[in-house]
């Protein structure tokens, strides 16, 4: 993978670096003097498939760190600054690391939990480094998923995870790759939207790839990246453009924007088309097989509530309860042999077997065929069954997003004695909107169903956050079931 992503001509630009005051060329050339320094150090004190952390923003550094590990024949682990103690110390200890590239911040917030390796004080001076030998199946990267449902878990990629990325990143972005294309992501690379759906294939696919720090995602620094860097193509999470769609913030420039991780919904796609220009594409898939299905503004537009076609290289499907294929909704399957697909879960064997089912691999969605768009119901555990219906979340958090005075929402379901769960919506309100539960409610009943309106309404300051900027359902629903007790 380290060959794949280093593959363009030494003086070709690899990384444009926005960390600092100034902007700071990297070429592929660089890059590599770069990586085999950190090679050179790894070498004589790790043996291959070990594990090393890599604890580093966006940088020409934290690629350089990843990329030596695998030339080594090592495993990188992703580590996010923003992690406190608690969250260092589980991965730390649940990846068995003994180093961690890093810098003195993060030396200092590693402590003794593993020996940190701070990268711009390994020399560059000495020899190339040679690639270990790996096959497509050989472990190089063990990631951790976002924990929007439980504990973070740990999947482990082949070498092979980069190439199983390459084309749903390229069809995202309508055809990636065209004279003045610049990559960049507000997303940190410690996650797999960061490092595999933007940096390592900007490398691979030799797209410049813009490194920038953004401590807090504020609309103005965006703008300032996008026009320092000359981006032109970005992968938004979805919280990223619903803040800037709150802040009435538009962008200019951009050929192509690619979003995923969380339903997008119709309105942030109208709201794309006006304000960013572009059809807003949105992908699908998660931490143990990404990028699996995509829509391509250029050829088949975005469907709102669809997570697009399956992409080249993967087969996804929709199976029933006896995991047969189904045109009604099912479980988001993919066939095993997908080049973006995990090994296994480090370290947890009965949730490695609990993931597969025969030839697939369960994802834990529901969803439903529309012709070859796949439309995204809702995580199996967040669909709502509300007096015999099944309802997704997505759908009325969508519609509630089109009302005007509502900034962001959170859909789940309250256990309910005779209904078995009511729909429970938490609205966060944008600043001096003002409106009542009623009118949020009739809003829900005359553009969907009159069944999938909220029977409740709580209106608050914010909803919970993972760091990624996943709205984090489970607490909702817990703060749902303690409302009932009250
Ligand atoms: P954890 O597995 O630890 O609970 P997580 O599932 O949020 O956390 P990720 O692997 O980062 O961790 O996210 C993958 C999940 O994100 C998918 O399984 C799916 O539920 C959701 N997702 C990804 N893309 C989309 C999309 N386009 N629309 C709706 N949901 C999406
Ligand atoms: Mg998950």
Redesign the pocket.
């Known amino acids: 993978m380290a060959a794949q992503a280093l593959a363009q001509p030494a003086g070709q630009l690899a990384v444009i670096d926005l960390t600092g005051p100034l902007r700071v060329d990297v070429s592929y050339g660089e890059l590599g003097s770069m990586v085999d320094a950190l090679a050179r150090y790894l070498l004589t004190r790790i043996q291959p498939g070990d594990r090393v952390g890599v604890l580093l923003s966006q940088s020409p550094w934290c690629v350089a760190a990843h990329l030596a590990v695998w030339k080594v024949g090592a495993i990188s682990v992703p580590l996010f600054k923003l992690f406190k103690r608690d969250a260092l110390a589980s991965r730390a200890g649940d990846a068995g690391l003994q180093f961690v590239f890093t810098d003195t911040e993060g030396s200092d917030l590693l402590g003794d939990l593993a020996e940190a390796v701070l990268v711009d004080q390994v020399g560059l001076a000495g020899g190339e480094v040679a690639f270990a030998e790996t096959l497509p199946d050989t472990p190089a990267v063990l990631i951790y ?9 740990g999947a482990l990629h082949g070498h092979w995870v980069l190439t199983g990325h390459l084309p749903g990143v390229a069809i995202s972005h309508d055809h990636l790759g065209q004279p003045g294309d610049c990559l960049w992501t507000p997303a940190d690379w410690a ?3 960061g490092l595999f759906d933007v940096a390592m294939p900007g490398l691979a696919l030799g797209v410049p790839v813009v490194a920038a720090r953004l401590d807090k995602f504020t609309p103005e620094a965006c703008a300032d990246v996008i026009a320092r860097g000359d981006v032109r193509n970005v992968f938004f999470p979805p919280t990223a453009l619903r803040m800037l769609k709150a802040a009435g913030q538009g962008l200019d420039g951009l050929r192509s924007v690619a ?6 919904g119709a309105e942030m796609l109208a709201w794309g088309k006006r304000r960013l220009g572009v059809s807003i594409n ?7 097989c990404n990028m699996v299905a995509s829509s391509c503004g250029a050829d088949y537009a975005p469907r709102p509530g669809c ?1 697009g076609k399956a992409v080249p290289g993967h087969t996804v499907a929709v199976l029933d309860d006896a995991g047969q294929a189904t045109a009604g909704e099912g479980d988001v399957a993919v066939r095993r042999g997908s080049p973006s697909m995990m090994l296994k879960y480090w370290n947890r064997p009965d949730e490695t077997a609990a993931k597969f089912r025969g030839d697939w691999l369960i ?3 529901r969803g439903i065929w529309e012709g070859e768009y796949l439309r ?1 119901v809702g ?1 199996e555990d967040d669909v709502i069954t509300s007096s015999g219906y099944r309802i997704g979340p ?1 759908e009325i958090e969508d519609c509630l997003m089109t009302h005007p005075a509502v900034a962001t929402v959170g859909v789940v379901g309250k256990p309910d004695p005779l209904r078995t769960e009511i729909v429970k919506a938490y609205v966060v309100l944008k600043p001096a909107a003002q409106v009542t539960a009623k009118e949020l409610q009739d809003h829900v009943k005359t553009h969907l169903a009159q069944y999938s309106y909220p029977r409740e309404i709580s209106f608050v300051e914010a909803l919970p956050m ?1 760091v ?1 900027g ?1 709205v984090i359902r489970k607490e909702l629903k817990a703060r749902a079931a303690a409302e009932m007790l009250l």
């Open positions: 998923t976002s924990g929007t449902t439980g504990s973070p878990k996650w797999i939207g979003s995923g991780g969380e339903p997008l949105e992908f699908y898939g998660q931490t143990e997570i994802t834990g969605d995204f995580r997505a993972t990624t996943k």
